[in-house]
């Protein structure tokens, strides 16, 4: 098939189909490898699910078992197959497992635990099921500054939880004072995006 | 494919560059929401710890605003091929040439095109050019759009674009099944590649010996019998002539599940028929009942193959107008050309048409080319018996059509088109006005 149609369509026909089946045993091959990374990776994110139902449980005295079992459920309706891994399930599985922190009330070190595999759980949810080898190696190295950024910002937020914070009026007006410049950081920059874009097409 | 998570329609593109939306992605959403159902519990239960929870997904969600958002996506599907026969292997390959984080391609194969090879949905992460390969197999003739692919591109995985690109028209030519020149003019004997005809003129042939008339060449002298008689002789050599055929489809009605309907087997057929007689050097016209009534010319040559199944692309084109033969030129029906019409027999303008044909004096030749009969219903007796008397009208409307000088001949695709003509092998056909 190099563009034209050969003469005899029948011949033509032979030589295509020998093509082709020379590469389908090493694409079949190459398919079965992809389904087992796949199952790995489904794996991991069971791992990282049943941990964020099962440590606040394990870990708090004041939660109850059945919670757990409800958000197990959720955890494996978000992994059983990928017509299943609908947002909405995973999602749940998420916010279930926050919702058992509030109730069983762990210690700090188990929270930043919970919050790391929540991250941890909600990237490989996020995961294309279908990829090859050196493409899963490169998604993964992908999501490694996503990791590291949630570790500095769980180390971060530990270390200030640690430092003990007089009640003071003063913190809350830094608070609010805080907050006010960040919407101001943000706010002319939109501002800014709205008054080109007029300018841009009148540019055109 | 996922992208119709989104809730949104996907809206089919040609080939190129196209300005996307970026949108939220199901991880976006996710982290927002654990983030904010975090703190919001920090702050009704006045546990400063919970903020521990909100911070992975605080420091995701900020670093994921960083990332560049291409404002168009140049998306290409391509085919290396633009032709290609019925059941025959193409390989279609989508490119994205714009970098972006992670890209997902699924293919939709179109009506009647399976998916050979090659995964549906194919993922590339962090390359500049992503690319996904698929074998498609296109199951029935006619001009087509092989598949749809949908396109998700994602950027620090936060940020969505979907876009449904469509591959370039595939025009699949209906696959010839196996054919011999069995059927020739009347007036031209059979031998081996061209036809032989009766009367004499230029050739190879061997056809007599007469005398010696002025301009003929010397080297025709035949020295025997110039010496044996005395007065000079030449022999005479049979004229080479090739037959015309004219192929003739009933368009009219089609009948059958789709990609095997009795207009498929009779595309195929012409084109096994066309191909034979091509071989051997025979000129080789159609013309197509139904619609608008269009016609080629007899010519000789493969390209004359591919005119005629182009031709063939056309021909489902609903409409209620009596073909008027009178219409088609004497250069596209020749008058000692053979026709063989392939028909379901099935429309009475289809069968006027044959009638029309044999007064003209056309030497015809109809194939019956309906496979399946109406079914019985089992709770109605009477149905069985409708089906017998169904059957007779068909036997007697081949009946009728022998007695006008038309042979009819039962094909039903399966097998060659060499079988069903055998009975018409080496038998003169009609030629003559009824």
Redesign the interface.
């Known amino acids: 098939?190099?563009?034209?149609?050969a003469?005899d369509?029948?011949a033509?026909?032979a030589v295509?189909?020998d093509t082709?089946a020379r590469?389908?045993v090493t694409?079949r091959v190459a398919?079965r490898r992809?389904r087992r990374k796949s199952a790995l990776r489904r794996a991991a994110a069971a791992v990282c699910g049943g941990g964020i139902i099962a440590l606040p449980v394990l870990t708090a005295a004041g939660s109850a078992p059945y919670l757990s079992v409800a958000g197990a459920l959720l955890v494996a309706g978000s992994l059983v197959s990928p017509s299943a891994?609908?947002?909405v399930t995973?999602?749940l599985a998420?916010?279930w497992a926050?919702?058992e922190?509030?109730l069983g009330?762990?210690?700090?070190a188990v929270?930043?635990a919970?919050?790391?595999l929540?991250?941890a759980y909600?990237?490989l949810?996020?995961a294309?099921?279908?990829?090859a080898g050196p493409?899963a190696a490169?998604?993964l190295?992908?999501?490694a500054?996503?990791a590291a950024?949630?570790?500095?910002?769980?180390a971060?937020?530990?270390l200030v939880?640690l430092v003990p914070v007089p009640v003071s009026a003063w913190l809350v007006v830094a608070g609010v004072a805080a907050a006010v410049a960040a919407v101001a950081v943000a706010v002319p920059r939109l501002r800014r995006a709205r008054a080109s874009r007029p300018a841009r097409r009148q540019g055109r | 494919m996922?992208g119709t998570?989104a809730g949104e329609r996907a809206v089919t593109v040609p080939s190129g560059a196209q300005p996307v939306t970026w949108r939220a992605?199901?991880?976006l959403?996710?982290?927002a929401?654990?983030a904010v159902?975090?703190v919001l519990?920090a702050v009704l239960?006045r546990?400063?710890?919970?903020?521990?929870?909100?911070?992975?997904?605080?420091?995701?969600l900020?670093?994921?605003g960083r990332g560049g958002r291409p404002g168009t996506l140049d998306v290409g599907v391509t085919t290396?091929?633009?032709?290609?026969?019925e059941?025959?292997?193409?390989e279609v390959t989508a490119t994205l040439a714009v970098p972006v984080?992670?890209v997902?391609f699924h293919v939709e194969p179109g009506q009647t095109v399976r998916l050979?090879?090659?995964?549906m949905?194919?993922?590339?992460?962090?390359e500049d050019a992503a690319q996904a390969r698929w074998?498609l197999r296109p199951g029935t003739w006619g001009r087509r759009i092989p598949c749809t692919v949908a396109v998700r591109c994602r950027v620090s995985?936060l940020w969505q674009a979907e876009l449904t690109v469509r591959a370039e028209p595939l025009e699949v030519?209906p696959?010839?099944p196996?054919a011999r020149a069995s059927l020739v003019p009347a007036d031209l004997l059979r031998r081996i590649g061209e036809h032989t005809a009766r009367a004499p003129g230029p050739g190879i042939e061997f056809a007599g010996i007469r005398g010696y008339l002025p301009g003929d060449r010397l080297r025709d002298l035949n020295w025997a019998v110039t010496s044996r008689t005395g007065r000079p002789h030449v022999n005479q050599r049979a004229a080479l002539r090739a037959a015309d055929l004219v192929i003739m489809v009933d368009a009219f009605s089609e009948l059958g599940p789709l990609g095997d309907t009795s207009l498929d087997v009779s595309i195929r057929g012409a084109a096994g028929l066309a191909?034979a007689y091509l071989r051997t050097g025979d000129r080789v016209g159609v013309v197509v009942l139904g619609g608008v009534l269009r016609w080629l010319g007899p010519a000789p040559g493969?390209r004359q193959f591919?005119r005629i199944v182009e031709m063939a692309f056309s021909v489902r084109f609903q409409s209620a107008v009596t073909p008027d033969l009178g219409r088609v030129p004497r250069s596209a029906l020749p008058p000692r050309a053979v026709a063989v019409l392939f028909s379901p027999l099935l429309d009475q303008r289809a069968i006027g048409a044959i009638a029309d044909l044999r007064q003209r004096g056309v030497s015809l030749v109809v194939v019956d080319v309906l496979r399946h009969e109406p079914p019985a219903q089992p709770g109605f007796p009477l149905s069985s018996l409708a089906v017998r008397l169904w059957r007779l009208d068909r036997d007697a409307l081949r009946a009728s059509l022998a007695g006008l000088g038309v042979p009819v001949l039962g094909w039903d695709g399966g097998t060659g088109l060499e079988a069903a003509l055998a009975p018409l092998r080496g038998r003169p056909l009609a030629a003559t006005r009824p």
């Open positions: 098939m190099n563009g034209t149609v003469r369509p029948v033509q026909d295509a189909r082709v590469d389908t694409r398919a992809r891994r609908s947002p995973g999602t998420a916010a926050v919702f922190c509030v009330k762990p210690g700090n929270l930043a919970e919050g790391l929540l991250l909600l990237l949810l996020d294309p099921l279908d990829m493409t490169r998604w190295r992908g999501q500054p996503a950024a949630g570790v500095t910002a769980t971060v937020v530990g939880l | 996922r998570e992605a199901p991880r959403r996710r982290l929401l654990v159902l975090s519990a239960t546990q400063a710890g919970l903020l521990l929870l909100a911070a992975p997904a605080l420091a995701v900020a670093l994921g290396p091929v633009s032709r290609c026969f059941d025959e292997d193409v984080d992670e997902t050979a090879d090659g995964d949905t194919q993922t590339a992460v962090d074998t995985g030519f696959h010839p196996p191909q493969f591919f």
